[in-house]
């Protein structure tokens, strides 16, 4: 157990749906980062909130959005789902400090039918 | 933009020899931190190794280690001794050191290790 709690683990859903992925940080850790994995591509990374802000958006398409609680868990929002949206879904965290890497969850596999 | 490139999409190995995976990198920054991660066929994200520009000696973690050479914008991993589960994917990242407010992670697209009896 990396610390970083990814849910759900599997999500099926259809075109046009929305979805929503939840992730809670390692203890301590106030930023997380969202990255999307498809099957022939590396870790595209797509958004970063520290201590509830908004700090640095990559790739991430406008159907797409997250934010980060009080509490620091984050949500990553999905909507009008389409086929190529389908991946693996991993937020991380990090401690304050470049130094170390970040801690990742074991990911949301998201299959868009 | 800083990039990161991994040129072996996949290797092979023979179990209790050494291979070596290559990274190169561009960035026009002098402080930085690299990373090797490791994604088994879980696919959980596993950190395998860092070092940080500023350092001289090449990081090093057991049967891991890497050759560092930052003149040439060179990150490349030697584990010896491979092992059977070391099979996996192999990601080298890229942080800024000073980006934002901590910098995100920059991947290459991976190589992928396979492990022979």
């Known amino acids: 157990d990396s610390g970083v709690t990814q849910t759900p683990k599997h999500l099926i859903t259809a075109t046009g749906q929305r979805v929503t992925l939840r992730c809670s940080p390692r203890s301590g850790d106030l930023s997380v980062y969202w990255y999307q994995q498809s099957l022939d591509q590396g870790l595209q990374f797509l958004i970063q909130y520290y201590n509830g802000e908004e700090r640095a958006k990559g790739n991430i398409l406008e159907r797409f959005s997250a934010q980060q609680f009080p509490d620091l868990h984050s949500e990553l929002n999905l909507s009008s789902l389409e086929l190529g949206d389908s991946a693996l879904y991993f937020c991380?965290?990090?401690?304050?400090?470049?130094?170390?890497?970040?801690?990742f969850g074991s990911g949301t596999r998201l299959t868009v039918v | 933009a800083q990039t990161v490139t991994q040129s072996q999409p996949e290797m092979s190995v023979q179990e209790a020899e050494t291979v070596t995976l290559s990274c190169t990198y561009d960035t026009s920054e002098s402080d930085y931190y690299l990373f090797w991660y490791k994604q088994p066929p879980s696919r959980q994200m596993i950190l395998v190794i860092r070092?940080?520009?500023?350092?001289?000696q090449n990081a090093t973690e057991n049967r891991f280690s890497v050759n560092f050479q930052k003149a040439a914008k060179s990150f490349s991993l030697k584990i010896s001794d491979s092992q059977l589960g070391d099979a996996a994917m192999y990601f080298c990242?890229?942080?800024?050191?000073?980006?934002?407010?901590?910098?995100?992670?920059?991947f290459g697209k991976g190589t992928k290790l396979s492990v022979k009896p």
């Open positions: 991380a965290s990090s401690v304050p400090g470049s130094y170390y890497g970040y801690t």
């Open positions: 070092q940080e520009a500023y350092k001289q």
């Open positions: 990242a890229y942080r800024e050191a000073y980006g934002g407010s901590q910098g995100n992670l920059i």
